[in-house]
Each structure stands twice: as structure tokens, then as C-alpha cells.
């Protein structure tokens, strides 16, 4: 059975480490979420409640705030015990959502659903959601992201509410932009995305970022299950105990300078990551004066993940030299075995992670156990938990990074709005516990991986003919 635990990583907050071995394809982290939000341009489409597309001329509309669709009365009596009570529906009615921003809007909705759960004087939600969410992280400082949405806070509280009110709304808006995983719409008919709303997850928000992860994630939001909107974190490869868990907040196949201005930018750290740090150095570098790292030469589509954390596209290649044919198939055999264990930059944003869960198939009360175990775990964790293993860790090379990434890159292509192919932007995962299928959490392609590895053989092996000509 998988056990993670809650630690404090150096220079970048709190994280989950392994505290068992994990095998390849096993279920890492399974939640269910705290407040999921619609996004403000959807919410005539996307149910409030399992944030489904409803079906067209099928809405159960809230008359009452005009701001809540529903799939049908169902959904809609789910939601009025919590997602969207009476008082929230209230609040929704005059905080003038359509004349905001659609951003600075859905910023608002989640403040406005928060509100309800740290409310004294509400009754919404239940206990473990209220814990869960005090739980999460926040920054110290304010963000510009913000500063549109607190504007509109202190409108919306009024002048002597704004007083009681002014440092946990900061606090709200804080707490959303770190910890909020979007939720990305199905393809458009061009193969566009968007994101449908945003989820917050407790324990996911824990698991910091890294450009070549340990799990990806996977979620089902259109799915005809129940519970749909609980998301899954599954292992890319195996992962030994005392290993820190990550995931990556944007597309696998993106850039090196790509990378390092989103991280930098949304999360308020540098990545100094191993990969990053191997490929600095790669040639075509960036000649950016703001910083004294370079990045590689070959740039990737900007296919949005699913949640500003997705993985993307691009089939990566070996050089075809000698070194090349064996170096890929080395690495390939080592990397279940490599751990990515580093410090993050001291301008980490801490925890710098976003939309994650709760805990699934479980009672209030079962989960309210689960949490307080969680932070006495915390507590009672060392600094330097995720760095027990160090001295064994020995930093990928080149060939590892282009192996990891065409093992774990879809290579599928989708149609994009300029009737070109675009890069489907997804990771692949193997399905079961060391399962030879891959299936990739944003498309849903699959494939075999004993049939990736033998075109590849024969790849390195025509390239070493050539060569030998």
C-alpha cells in the first residue's frame, strides 16, 4: 500500500515525500476537491456542481443569482447544500460578476465560495473542507494577479466589513492562485482548450513542480461516474521511498526559457531542477540579460495542460552517434531508478503548486481523521526528510532527459485552429502496476511500450548503418 507523508523541503515549503517504494503506474494520491469554481465565461454551459458540459437547451438555471447552471435538478439540489447554498447564491446575486473581468471574475467566485466555508456566521460546508482549506498555502505578499480581485473585495465586503474581512480575503486570493488546479474543457473542433473552472485539491497542492515529474495527473470530468470530479495522481516510473513527489505545472515538451518564465512569472520561483540545469547549457541558448542561464534550442507548442500543470508534446530524438545508441537505452533501463531530489531557488513561492484536492470515498468524518493525521505528520517531519537519499543520486545526463521524454511525451497530434497539427501537450503513464501500455492523461492515446522501444532499436540501428557507410 502506497504511504506518502507531509515535509518541510528546503526552499520550497511543505511537499509529500514516498515513504514506501512506489511501483510504475500505481495511484500515488486520489482527492476529491474543496470548492470547485466555474469559470465565469462558462457558467451558462458548465454545471456548477460535477462541472459537466450540460447538454444544449437542458439547464437548470439558478433564478436566483443567474450565476449557476446546473445538468438537472439533481445536481442542483446536490449544490445548494454546499456548492451553491442560499447564502452563496446570495452573494453571487450582488457581487456583480458580469461586469468583471472574466479572470478578475473567477478570482471572485472562489473568494466568494471560501467565504462561506470560513465564515463563522455560515453554516456552509462541512468540517473537513473548513480544516482542509485553512490548511492550504498562501504567500506573504500580495500579487499583481491579485490586485484586480481585492479592488473588488472591498467593494463587494463594504467599508466596515472590508475592515474584519481585509487580511482573509488577501489570504483567499492568495490561497487560489497557488493552490487552484484549472480544469481544462474537452477539445474544440479545431483542437483548441480551455479551462472549463478550477478545483482545489488539498493534499495535491502539496506536490511541487518539476520538469521531469515522478506522477502525472489524471482526471475525469466527463466521465458518466459518480464521483467525477475526484482527480488521480499516478507514478510515470518507480519511484524509491524517501523520494519527494512531483509533478510538472505545464507541458513536458515545453522550452527551457518557456519553463523558466512560467515558473517565474505565475509561481515566483526559479526552476533549478535537473533537467533545467543540464539544459541551460544546451546549445541556441537564450541571450535573456535578466538571467545568467541559457535554454535549449528546440521550442514546443504552448498546448495548455489540463490545470496550469499538464504535460506537452514533442517526440525527442538521440543524436546519431556512437554514444547515442547506447546512451537512451541505458538510461531507459536506469530510470525507473532515478530519484530527482534537489532544493529549489530561495525565492521559491512556497509550495508553489496549484488546484489539488481532498480525499475521496470517504465519510466527513473519516477524512476529518485523514487531515489531522496529515498535519500532525507535518509537524512531526525533519527538514532534511527529502534529502536522506542524496548521497545515492546521481543527476541525469542528456540522453536520460531525451529518453524520459520520449517514453513519457504524447506524441499524438490534434487539429489546431490554423488547420495545422498541433502537439496534444499530455504525459504518458503506464496503465496498472508496471503495465506495458501507456495512456496519455490528456488525450487518452495508448500505446504499447515494448513496441515504442523495438521501433526505436531499429531507429539506432538503420542511423548506425549510415553511419558506418
Known amino acids: 500500500m502506497v504511504r506518502i507523508e507531509t515535509v518541510d523541503i528546503p526552499g520550497s515549503g511543505r511537499g509529500l515525500v514516498s515513504a514506501t517504494p512506489i511501483a510504475a503506474g500505481e495511484l500515488v494520491l486520489r482527492e476529491s476537491p474543496v470548492i470547485l469554481t466555474v469559470t465565469q465565461t462558462l457558467h451558462r454551459t458548465v454545471c456548477a456542481y460535477c462541472l459537466r458540459y450540460i447538454a444544449e437547451g437542458t439547464a437548470v438555471e439558478c433564478?436566483?443569482?443567474?450565476?449557476?447552471?446546473?445538468?438537472?435538478?439533481?445536481?442542483?439540489?446536490?449544490?445548494?447544500?454546499q456548492a451553491h447554498n442560499a447564502t452563496i447564491c446570495h452573494s453571487m446575486a450582488k457581487a456583480g460578476l458580469d461586469n468583471l473581468d472574466p479572470e478578475t471574475a473567477d478570482q471572485a467566485r472562489f473568494i466568494i465560495q471560501a467565504q462561506d466555508l470560513i465564515d463563522p456566521e455560515h453554516q456552509g460546508g462541512a468540517l473537513w473542507r473548513k480544516k482542509a482549506l485553512a490548511l492550504l498555502q498562501s504567500a506573504d505578499e500580495d500579487h499583481a494577479d491579485t490586485a484586480e480581485v481585492l479592488k473588488w473585495a472591498e467593494t463587494y465586503f463594504g467599508a466596515e466589513k472590508w475592515q474584519k474581512w481585509k487580511v482573509a480575503a488577501r489570504k483567499l486570493a492568495?490561497?487560489?492562485?497557488?493552490?487552484?488546479?484549472?480544469?481544462?474543457?474537452?477539445?474544440?473542433?479545431?483542437?483548441?482548450?480551455?479551462?472549463?473552472?478550477?478545483?482545489?485539491?488539498?493534499?495535491?497542492?502539496?506536490?511541487?513542480?518539476?520538469?521531469?515529474?515522478?506522477?502525472?495527473?489524471?482526471?475525469?470530468?466527463d466521465g458518466p461516474q459518480e464521483d467525477n470530479t475526484i482527480v488521480e495522481f499516478r507514478a510515470l516510473h518507480d519511484i524509491p521511498a524517501d523520494t519527494q513527489i512531483t509533478q510538472s505545472y505545464f507541458p513536458l515538451s515545453w522550452s527551457f526559457d518557456d519553463r523558466q518564465q512560467r515558473c517565474k512569472q505565475q509561481y515566483g520561483f526559479t526552476c533549478i531542477c535537473d533537467r533545467c540545469q543540464v539544459e541551460q547549457h544546451w546549445q541556441g541558448a537564450s541571450d535573456d540579460e535578466s538571467s545568467d542561464t541559457a535554454g535549449p534550442s528546440a521550442a514546443s507548442d504552448h498546448a495548455e495542460g489540463s490545470d496550469q500543470r499538464q504535460t506537452g508534446a514533442e517526440e525527442h530524438q538521440a543524436r546519431p552517434d556512437d554514444e547515442a545508441e547506447t546512451e537512451p537505452a541505458r538510461a531507459l533501463q536506469q530510470g525507473a531508478k532515478i530519484s530527482h531530489q534537489q532544493e529549489r531557488a530561495k525565492d521559491t513561492n512556497e509550495g508553489g503548486s496549484q488546484r489539488r484536492e481532498g480525499q475521496h470515498g470517504k465519510s466527513d468524518e473519516g477524512v476529518d481523521r485523514d487531515l489531522d493525521e496529515q498535519q500532525r505528520m507535518h509537524e512531526a517531519s525533519h527538514a532534511d526528510s527529502a534529502e536522506d537519499s542524496a548521497e545515492e543520486y546521481e543527476v541525469p545526463d542528456e540522453a536520460y532527459i531525451m529518453a524520459y521524454l520520449g517514453r513519457h511525451v504524447c506524441p499524438q497530434e490534434l487539429p489546431a485552429a490554423n488547420e495545422e497539427q498541433e502537439a496534444c501537450g499530455g504525459t504518458m503513464t503506464p496503465v496498472g502496476v508496471h503495465g506495458d501500455t501507456y495512456a496519455c492523461n490528456m488525450c487518452g492515446f495508448e500505446r504499447l511500450e515494448s513496441e515504442r522501444l523495438a521501433e526505436l532499436e531499429k531507429m539506432y540501428q538503420a542511423v548506425a548503418q549510415q553511419v558506418q557507410q
Do not use: W
Not at 443569482?65 to 446536490?78: T, Y
Open 63 to 81: 433564478t436566483g443569482c443567474k450565476q449557476a447552471s446546473f445538468c438537472n435538478e439533481r445536481c442542483q439540489q446536490r449544490a445548494s447544500r
Open 174 to 221: 492568495s490561497q487560489d492562485r497557488i493552490n487552484s488546479y484549472g480544469i481544462m474543457a474537452p477539445p474544440g473542433p479545431h483542437g483548441e482548450r480551455r479551462i472549463r473552472g478550477s478545483g482545489v485539491y488539498p493534499m495535491s497542492s502539496l506536490l511541487n513542480h518539476d520538469c521531469m515529474p515522478n506522477v502525472a495527473r489524471y482526471d475525469y470530468f
